[in-house]
Every structure is written in C-alpha cells, then in structure tokens.
Nanobody
Framework: EVQLVESGGGSVQAGGALRLSCAAS?????MAWFRQAPGNEREGLAC???????NYADSVKGRFTISRDNAKNTVYLQMNNLKPEDTAMYYC??????????????????WGQGTQVTVSS
C-alpha cells in the first residue's frame, strides 16, 4: 500500500502563494489534490497522471498548478493568488485511473494525512 506524506501548508495573507508537496512511497499512476473545509464535502482540485496530463476543478483553474516529479514519486500543488475561501485541509491522493476531469474522491484509494492551509484577509 502506498504511503503519502504532504508538506508545505501554512498561513498566508490573501493574494499570497504556497507550494504543497506530497511524497509517495512508491510510483503511482495518478495523483491528485483535494481539500476539505469544516462542514464542507471533500473537494477535488486537480489531478495528474504519470504522463503529466492534468485536469482541474473550475474553482482553482488559472490559480493552482499541479505538477509531478516521477523520479521522486512526488506531486506538487502551486497555489497562487490565494483567497480566504481557499482555507482548508489539503489532502494528497493516489490512484490508478486516468485524470479524465477534476478528481473524484471515489477514484483514489490512497490518502495522505493532510496539511492545513489558512488564508487571512
């Protein structure tokens, strides 16, 4: 079973940027980022395959960029122009399916523990 460890969360002011990282213990075909704010459903943000084909949710398209380094089994999420509504716990996930659209949590069986992102106004 793949182990996922996220890092890079923190507190930032609106308009700022953060870069999240997620290191996997083994190679996985598809990797994704999700977030969950208190009282909300877990939301799929972006996914990327081993061939670097990526898809994004409309809520983050143009502000967030997902990338991966296959040699390091690591996926990244560059988050720019952060807004207070981006405040949430951010999770990395791994799976075996193509990223045909924004990620769905049911397509990803492996999850990290999460890293908190807080954006203040």
């Amino acid at each position: 079973e793949v182990q996922l460890v996220e890092s890079g969360g923190g507190s930032v002011q609106a308009g700022g940027a953060l870069r999240l990282s997620c290191a996997a213990s083994i190679f996985t075909f598809s990797m994704a980022w999700f977030r969950q704010a208190p009282g909300n459903e877990r939301e799929g943000l972006a996914c990327i395959t081993a061939y670097t084909v990526a898809n994004y949710a409309d809520s983050v398209k143009g502000r967030f960029t997902i990338s991966r380094d296959n040699a390091k089994n690591t996926v990244y999420l560059q988050m720019n122009n952060l807004k207070p509504e981006d405040t949430a716990m951010y999770y990395c996930a791994a799976g075996t399916l193509w990223c045909a659209g924004p990620p769905r949590k049911t397509d990803f069986p492996s999850w990290g523990q999460g890293t908190q992102v807080t954006v203040s106004s």
